[in-house]
């Protein structure tokens, strides 16, 4: 099994998942969320001032809204409590990216290690495949030869028998082998959003 592992192939596996998996995508959107989020604190300061302006055209006076001064009239102001609080909510915004770029690494760790498993895996159910595959193929040959000299009386029919039950036996393995390549093929599958067959090792 260890001369069928290929790590190249198996780094390649991993960056598909990275790029495929859902769960995947939505920590990174999360983390680009939380990153806009500390912009949009930062910025934020402004949210403390307010501009507004006032234009009085007449010369005469308002006996009903007395004002001394005509024309355009500008006034900024300053709520305290808004600026006071944004040091606090900078620096919460900045905490909130830095956890959203934690899970986001150990997403990423979980999904490396849960790929590797699952195709270790898979290349197991693979071997033991071809080991139960050779030894059918081995059992049904034994019953040809021993049906061949059974009906020419060199052996005796329990010999036969018993290669027939050998050969029954490892068909038996063989349908188990072969449900647990495809159950760990689809495993691995499952994770990469692509079928096997479509991704070619590198270089082909």
Do not use: W
């Not at 997403?107 to 490396?112: E, M, S």
């Amino acid at each position: 099994m260890i001369s069928g592992i290929s790590y190249p192939y198996l780094e390649k596996l991993i960056g598909i998942a990275e790029n495929n998996y859902p769960e995947m995508q939505v920590k990174d959107y999360q983390a680009k969320i939380a990153k806009n989020n500390v912009t949009k604190t930062n910025v934020g300061y402004l949210d403390a001032f307010s501009f507004s302006y006032y234009y009085r055209p007449t010369q005469a006076i308002d006996v009903s809204n007395p004002n001394l001064f005509n024309g355009y009239q500008i006034g900024l102001n300053l709520n305290i409590g808004t600026l006071v609080q944004k040091p606090f909510a900078t620096k919460e915004a900045k905490a909130q990216y830095k956890i959203a770029q934690l899970q986001q690494t150990s997403y990423k760790q979980n999904l490396v290690a849960e790929v590797k498993k699952r195709y270790f895996t898979y290349l197991e159910q693979l071997t033991q495949l071809k080991l139960r595959s050779k030894s059918y193929a081995d059992a049904q040959s034994l019953v040809t030869q021993l049906r061949s000299r059974f009906e020419k009386s060199e052996v005796k029919f329990d010999d036969l028998t018993r290669a027939l039950i050998l050969a029954s036996e490892q068909n038996q393995f063989l349908i188990t082998a072969e449900g647990g390549t495809f159950t760990a093929k689809a495993a691995l599958e499952e994770l990469l959003g692509e079928k096997l067959e479509n991704i070619k090792p590198n270089g082909n």
